[in-house]
């Protein structure tokens, strides 16, 4: 028997990535950000999230994805005891995905420029890890999924 993994699907511009449940705290409509001091490109900004400053990482500018719609939703993510939001294009809902499927998908930075990564990399490497997990959505797998709704729940 084959178990699936549970991903959020979320839209990043022209792109679809797929986020495991498990590393997503909450979805929420976007919240007024504030940008503070010399923060890098693909940081909008902090965000007050349950009482709590909040780093809101915008994935289209960490992907170098083309900005197609404006931000609609923020996804927190959960590293380590802490949240970091993502400021996506679109929340799909969620979807199940093979194992294999899922890890044989592009890494979702995979297209981020090598400047972000690093960055990233440099300044929360918990969160390159939770982003490292996530992937990429080919047209061919995002075609399959798009049909799959999971009962109840809505896109």
Same mark, same amino acid.
């Given at each position: 028997?084959?178990?699936?993994? /549970?991903?959020? #699907?979320?839209?990043?511009?022209?792109?679809?990535? &797929?986020?495991?449940?498990?590393?997503?705290?909450?979805?929420?409509?976007?919240?007024?950000?504030?940008? =503070?001091?010399?923060?890098?490109? %693909?940081?909008?900004?902090?965000?007050?999230?349950?009482?709590?400053?909040?780093?809101?990482?915008?994935?289209?500018?960490?992907?170098?994805?083309?900005?197609? /719609?404006?931000?609609? !939703? %923020?996804?927190?993510?959960? =590293? &380590?005891?802490? !949240?970091?939001?993502?400021?996506?294009?679109?929340? #799909?809902?969620?979807? !199940?995905?093979?194992?294999?499927? %899922?890890?044989?998908?592009?890494?979702?930075?995979?297209?981020?420029? /090598?400047?972000?990564?690093?960055?990233?990399?440099?300044?929360?490497?918990?969160?390159?890890? #939770?982003?490292? &997990?996530?992937?990429?959505?080919?047209?061919?797998?995002?075609?399959?999924?798009? &049909?799959?709704?999971?009962?109840?729940?809505?896109?």
């Amino acid at each position: 028997m084959t178990v699936e993994t /549970s991903v959020i #699907v979320v839209g990043a511009g022209d792109l679809i990535g &797929a986020l495991r449940t498990g590393d997503v705290a909450e979805i929420m409509r976007p919240l007024p950000t504030w940008t =503070v001091g010399d923060l890098p490109d %693909f940081v909008a900004g902090l965000a007050i999230i349950r009482d709590r400053p909040t780093p809101v990482v915008d994935l289209c500018r960490l992907l170098g994805a083309e900005q197609t /719609s404006p931000i609609t !939703r %923020f996804v927190a993510l959960k =590293v &380590a005891d802490r !949240r970091v939001a993502l400021a996506v294009t679109r929340v #799909v809902g969620i979807r !199940r995905i093979g194992p294999e499927t %899922f890890r044989d998908a592009p890494p979702l930075i995979r297209n981020g420029s /090598s400047g972000a990564i690093e960055a990233i990399g440099t300044l929360d490497g918990q969160l390159l890890a #939770v982003l490292g &997990a996530g992937r990429i959505l080919p047209e061919e797998i995002w075609r399959t999924l798009e &049909a799959s709704e999971v009962p109840g729940e809505q896109s």
